[in-house]
């Protein structure tokens, strides 16, 4: 695929690894190309970073019709950049593109932009520990009319941020509220996908735990108020005695690619993994029966993150007491291990550049 280049010419001073928080800074340039029905994508460019220009009617800002995906380049201890398997991205927005009537992007093209677009940033990939550079891929609807359909035109970009931790807790255990209230999906709907929607009707409920001190809300499934689904920006696992179990993908939940590896890494390590159902009333149980061993949320921008207290209708569960568990250590270590090119990768989920 061609991609044209133009080269900002005020490139911004690094930042301070101390500062860097999550998405808060932005890389001198980004990826863009659109998309017209019978046309297929074309104008593919990397062009400085800058505002857009959208027409008023353009079909995301009234009818929500945008997808994203979110992957991370890490700095290798001998200087070399790495991505963590892309593939699986590209191919979960192609999914969620699908659910939500926008255009697909093929395999090999989206993993050439990718690749491109992080040469082009390279310098912006952080070294200090616990550091990476933040790939954020998004497509929106872009027609310039109020009717609603599925869209004619279409725009992809993708933005670069380098990020330190994702939560204020850092690798510290964060706590989070189960909502009894608010559902985020439904079976049917769009809860496997990654669009914005799914993120824009959390937020009262988010909003709520985090004015009770709570990191983030635990979802449970929209239909029975049953069953835990996950996190606001992560997938959930419980060691609950020797077996390690995580919500299973019924269509309502996002497919992580941290839950994924952390599944394939388990197994191989020869621990019990069950993907099932998980009711709110046997997890109640288990923190009160003390079968409840560890808890942590999984996921790109959370890494692996300890639960230290859930709260369940005002019920305040300790978990492993407020400590990060030696299993979650143990994730959290191998997984970033692998990321940051510091333990071999014998899965072959690392692509350099
Ligand atoms: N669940 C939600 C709602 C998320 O936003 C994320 C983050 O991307 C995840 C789970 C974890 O997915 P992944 O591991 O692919 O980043
Ligand atoms: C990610 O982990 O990449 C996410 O997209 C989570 C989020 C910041 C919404």
Known sequence: MEIRFEKNPNPAKKPDPASLGFGKIFTDHMF???????EGWHDARIVPFS???????????????????GLKAYRRADGKVQL???IENIRRMNRSAERLCLPEIPEEDALDILLTFVRTEEDWTPSAP??????????????ETLGVHSV??????????PVGSYYKEGINPVKIMIEDEDVRAVRGGTGYAKCGGNYAASNRAGHRA???????????????????EEVGAMNVMFKIGDEVVTPKLTGSILPGITR?????????????????????????????????????GCGTAAVVSPIGELCY???????????????????????TGIQWGKIPDEFGWTVKL
Not at 51 to 69: D, K, M, Q, R, V
Not at 153 to 158: D, E, G, N, R, S
Not at 275 to 288: Q, W
């Open 313 to 335: 209708r005002d019920h305040k569960y300790t978990v492993n007491g407020g400590k990060i568990g030696e299993l979650t250590q143990h994730l959290y270590d191998t997984l």
């Open 210 to 228: 985090e004015t009770r001190g709570y990191s983030q809300v635990l979802w449970l499934d929209g239909v029975e108020r049953k069953y835990i």
């Open 152 to 161: 004619n035109h279409a725009t992809f970009l993708i933005i670069a941020s």
């Open 32 to 38: 863009m190309m659109d998309y017209t029905a019978g």
């Open 130 to 143: 616990g550091t990476s550079l933040y790939l954020r891929p998004f497509m929106f609807g872009n027609d």
């Open 260 to 296: 994924k590896s952390i599944i394939e890494l388990l197994t191989k390590e020869g621990y019990k993994v069950s993907e099932r159902l998980l009711s709110v009333d046997e997890l109640a149980k288990s923190m009160e029966d003390g079968t409840l061993v560890e808890a942590w």
């Open 51 to 69: 505002n857009l220009s959208i027409h008023p009617a353009c079909t995301a800002l009234h009818y929500g019709s945008e997808i994203f995906e």
């Open 84 to 86: 963590f398997r892309p």
